[in-house]
């Protein structure tokens, strides 16, 4: 059952829905997992990546410790884009220090009829996951659920691991248009039954992840790629939802037509222009180098206290421009954090 406990701090939440804020919202793209040795450890104790995503009790300890250890406004349920691949019926492994790995791949019109459109059921540990985070955030900050967006996980499907040029999806794209249009499809339906349970089960935000947005062409990105994004948040209107189109510069106009709240920037996209891009509706999330992490503690105080006067006082979540590395120090992801908790316009 969801739990319906009222939120001690909704920050995010006021930010994404446009209302004013007492000060700016914070939190980390892939801040669960990743820079804390808390998370190594529990991971250790759990064998691997996809038993820690599969046992809730583990993901619900892991999606908290950047609460407690990292003072964010925000928990992000512990989980991956590609449960849903996987859900369709492609089973991937997570290959120690290389990433993912599909045994098999989509090649052709009939490995696609053979997919299955995911429903609510099929991802019942993620949603088990979320309810029972709900319950033990007991209100201290709202819950983010999240999806990758259907070009990304698509370019997995295709290339059955991860890639720089993600060519052989792109090459999928340009000789079988139709069938690319099946597959996106189908995942986007898997995708909205699956943040439609995420959102039943107690989520207070959804993000939408398009990491590979920015190696398609301006009209490939509209055909393949923002045309099932709007699809999903025609769908999920329940709750604010972000979408984060890394590298998608060239598509911020349309972006800001998207039937969702909040739209996230890399540190590529320049603040001023994004925002007349974008127009003035939209919450605005980012979108600091994540390499910012690297310089000393005085560098990261100004260089974030400058971000957050380029984006101003209201609609605004602080946040990277895409996710921490796994390298950076916490003291440093504190120093940020910390930064944007202190600053006040
Ligand atoms: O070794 C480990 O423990 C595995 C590392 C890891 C972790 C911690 C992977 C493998 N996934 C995750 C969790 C994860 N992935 C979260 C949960 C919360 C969090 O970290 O805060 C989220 C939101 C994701 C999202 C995700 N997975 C994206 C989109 C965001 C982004 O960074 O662009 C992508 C592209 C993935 C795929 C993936 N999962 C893992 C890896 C190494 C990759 C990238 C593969 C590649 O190189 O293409």
């Known amino acids: 059952?969801?739990?319906?406990?009222?939120?001690?701090?909704?920050?995010?939440?006021?930010?994404?829905?446009?209302?004013?804020?007492?000060?700016?919202p914070v939190w980390l793209m892939r801040q669960a997992g990743r820079i804390l040795p808390e998370y190594?450890?529990?991971?250790?104790?759990?064998?691997?990546?996809?038993?820690?995503?599969?046992?809730?009790?583990?993901?619900?300890?892991?999606?908290i410790q950047p609460v407690d250890i990292l003072g964010v406004d925000a928990a992000i349920i512990f989980s991956d884009i590609l449960v849903i691949p996987e859900a369709m019926g492609l089973n991937y492994e997570m290959v120690e220090s290389k990433g993912p790995?599909?045994?098999?791949?989509?090649?052709?019109?009939?490995?696609?009829?053979?997919?299955?459109?995911?429903?609510?059921?099929?991802?019942?540990?993620?949603?088990?996951?979320?309810?029972l985070t709900k319950s033990a955030l007991n209100g201290r900050v709202p819950l983010i659920g999240f999806a990758g967006a259907p070009w990304t996980i698509f370019a997995y499907m295709i290339e059955g691991k991860g890639s720089k040029t993600f060519?052989?999806?792109?090459?999928?794209?340009y000789t079988n248009p139709v069938e690319s249009h099946l597959l996106l499809d189908k995942i986007t339906q898997s995708t909205i039954n699956y943040l439609k349970a995420q959102v039943l089960a107690g989520a207070d935000m959804i993000q939408i992840f398009d990491s590979w947005a920015g190696i398609l062409s301006p009209e490939q990105y509209a055909q393949f790629s923002l045309k099932y994004i709007d699809a999903i948040c025609?769908?999920?209107?329940?709750?604010?939802?972000?979408?984060?189109?890394?590298?998608?510069?060239?598509?911020?106009?349309?972006?800001?037509?998207?039937?969702?709240?909040?739209?996230?920037?890399?540190?590529?996209?320049?603040?001023?222009?994004?925002?007349?891009?974008?127009?003035?509706?939209?919450?605005?999330?980012?979108?600091?180098?994540?390499?910012?992490?690297y310089a000393d503690f005085k560098t990261i105080k100004k260089e974030t206290e400058e971000?957050?006067?380029?984006?101003?006082?209201?609609?605004?979540?602080?946040n990277l421009g895409h996710g921490?590395?796994?390298?950076?120090?916490?003291?440093?992801?504190?120093?940020?954090?910390?930064?944007?908790?202190?600053?006040?316009?």
Not at 46 to 59: I, Q, R, T
Not at 309 to 318: N, R, T, V
Not at 325 to 345: A, G, H, N, Q
């Open 234 to 293: 025609n769908a999920i209107t329940e709750l604010p939802v972000t979408v984060f189109a890394k590298g998608a510069f060239f598509a911020r106009k349309e972006m800001g037509a998207l039937n969702c709240a909040t739209i996230g920037l890399d540190w590529n996209m320049e603040i001023k222009e994004s925002r007349l891009l974008i127009g003035p509706n939209k919450t605005l999330q980012g979108n600091m180098d994540p390499c910012l992490l």
């Open 40 to 63: 190594r450890a529990v991971r250790e104790k759990m064998g691997g990546f996809k038993e820690l995503v599969k046992s809730p009790e583990f993901a619900c300890e892991v999606t």
């Open 101 to 131: 790995w599909f045994e098999k791949t989509i090649k052709s019109r009939s490995d696609i009829d053979a997919l299955i459109i995911a429903q609510a059921d099929d991802l019942s540990y993620v949603t088990d996951a979320i309810k």
């Open 167 to 173: 060519s052989l999806a792109k090459k999928f794209l």
């Open 307 to 318: 971000m957050l006067k380029l984006f101003g006082p209201h609609k605004h979540i602080a």
């Open 324 to 345: 921490v590395y796994p390298d950076i120090e916490k003291d440093k992801v504190r120093c940020f954090v910390d930064t944007v908790k202190e600053f006040r316009f």
């Open 1 to 24: 059952m969801q739990v319906n406990i009222p939120l001690q701090n909704d920050l995010i939440i006021r930010a994404a829905k446009g209302e004013k804020t007492e000060r700016t």
